[in-house]
C-alpha cells in the first residue's frame, strides 16, 4: 500500500489598502492569528495598496510575526507586495486587478523552493479584506453638496470595491482554492446608523454593506463567506481629520473628548479580532459584526 504523502495546505489572504494605518495593522494581526491556529500550514499574503515603499514596511512587519522558522514543516509565510493600485483611476482598474489576480493565481510560485521541500504545498482556501476608502468631506450637509464630488467619492470607494469583489468571485474559484473563500469588507457603525454630516461616508458603508450581502445570498454558503466588520472607533489619523474638520459641533467635542480620555479602540486590538473571527469561520455569511459585539 503507497503511504499517503504529507501535504502542507496553502492559505491566501489578499489585505487591499495594507500600506498605513488600520490596512497594515490588519495584516500584521493576521499573520499573528494564524500562526496560533494553523502552525502546520502556509500563508501567502498580497499587500495591496499605493506606496511600494511603505507596503515593503508593512511586509518587514509581517514577516516579524512568524513564530516559527519557515524552513520547518509548516509556518510558512510568503509575502508579496501589488502597489500602484490606484482605486480612484477606473479607466485603468482592468489591468490593476489583473495584475493582483495574477500574482493570486501564482501563489505557491511564491515560496522558497527548499523550505519545506520534502511536503508538497496545495492551495487551500482564500480570503480578501478590503480595507481601501476615504473619509469624504464631513464639514458639509447634503444641500451643500455638488454631484461631482460625490461621484468621485463613491468610484473610489463603491465602485472600485465592486470591481474588486467581482473580480475576487471569478478568479477564486473551487477548482483552485477548493476549501473556502472568504470575502470581508471593512465597514463601520455609520452603514447601519446614521448621523449628521457622514452624508459621504455612511452612503458608501451603506451600500458596501448591501453588496456583500448580496454575494451572500447569491453565492453557495457552503464554499463562500462574506463579512462586514465594522471596527470601532479606531485611534487613527482619520480620526484627526475627523476631529478638525466635522462640521457638527456636538460630534466634534464627542470625538475630541473619545481621544482626550483614551477611549478610541486601538487598532491592533480590533485587527486581532477581526482575524480570529475569520480564522473561525464563527459567523453568518453577509453579517454585520461591530468590534463591540459579543
Not at 495594507?18 to 499587500?47: C, K, M, N
Not at 453638496?145 to 473580480?167: G, H, P, Q
Not at 447569491?218 to 472607533?233: I, M, V
Request: hydrophobic fraction near 40%.
Amino acid at each position: 500500500m503507497t503511504p499517503r504523502m504529507n501535504i502542507t495546505p496553502v492559505h491566501t489572504c489578499i489585505v487591499v489598502g495594507a500600506s498605513s494605518g488600520f490596512g497594515q495593522i490588519i495584516a500584521q494581526a493576521y499573520v499573528t492569528e494564524f500562526f496560533q491556529t494553523r502552525p502546520d500550514h502556509a500563508l501567502f499574503l498580497v499587500l495591496v495598496g499605493r506606496q511600494a515603499d511603505a507596503l515593503a514596511v508593512t511586509a518587514t512587519q509581517c514577516h516579524s510575526r512568524v513564530p516559527v522558522s519557515p524552513t520547518t514543516p509548516g509556518g510558512q509565510l510568503a509575502v508579496e507586495c501589488v502597489s500602484g493600485l490606484h482605486l480612484d483611476d477606473l479607466d485603468n482598474l482592468d489591468p490593476h486587478l489583473d495584475r493582483l489576480f495574477a500574482v493570486a493565481k501564482h501563489a505557491i510560485d511564491f515560496f522558497p523552493r527548499d523550505s519545506n521541500s520534502a511536503v508538497p504545498l496545495q492551495l487551500d482556501s482564500c480570503t480578501m479584506i478590503n480595507n481601501a476608502g476615504t473619509l469624504g468631506d464631513i464639514s458639509l450637509k447634503v444641500a451643500q453638496y455638488e454631484w461631482k464630488a460625490m461621484r468621485d467619492f463613491l468610484d473610489i470607494n463603491l465602485v472600485s470595491y465592486t470591481a474588486c469583489c467581482t473580480r475576487f468571485l471569478r478568479h477564486i474559484t473551487r477548482e483552485r482554492y477548493p476549501t473556502q473563500r472568504t470575502l470581508v469588507n471593512i465597514s463601520s457603525l455609520l452603514a447601519v446608523q446614521t448621523f449628521p454630516y457622514w452624508g459621504f461616508y455612511a452612503t458608501a458603508k451603506a451600500a458596501r454593506d448591501s453588496l456583500t450581502k448580496v454575494i451572500a445570498q447569491e453565492e453557495d454558503a457552503a464554499y463562500t463567506k462574506t463579512l462586514n466588520y465594522a471596527p470601532g472607533p479606531l485611534d487613527t489619523s482619520m480620526q484627526k481629520i475627523i476631529r478638525e474638520t466635522m462640521g457638527d459641533a456636538q460630534q466634534r467635542e464627542l470625538y475630541t473628548d473619545m481621544h482626550q480620555q483614551g477611549n478610541l479602540v486601538p487598532m491592533e486590538q480590533s485587527a486581532r479580532k477581526l482575524a480570529q473571527l475569520v480564522l473561525s469561520k464563527q459567523f453568518e455569511s453577509g453579517s454585520h459584526i461591530d468590534y463591540f459585539d459579543e
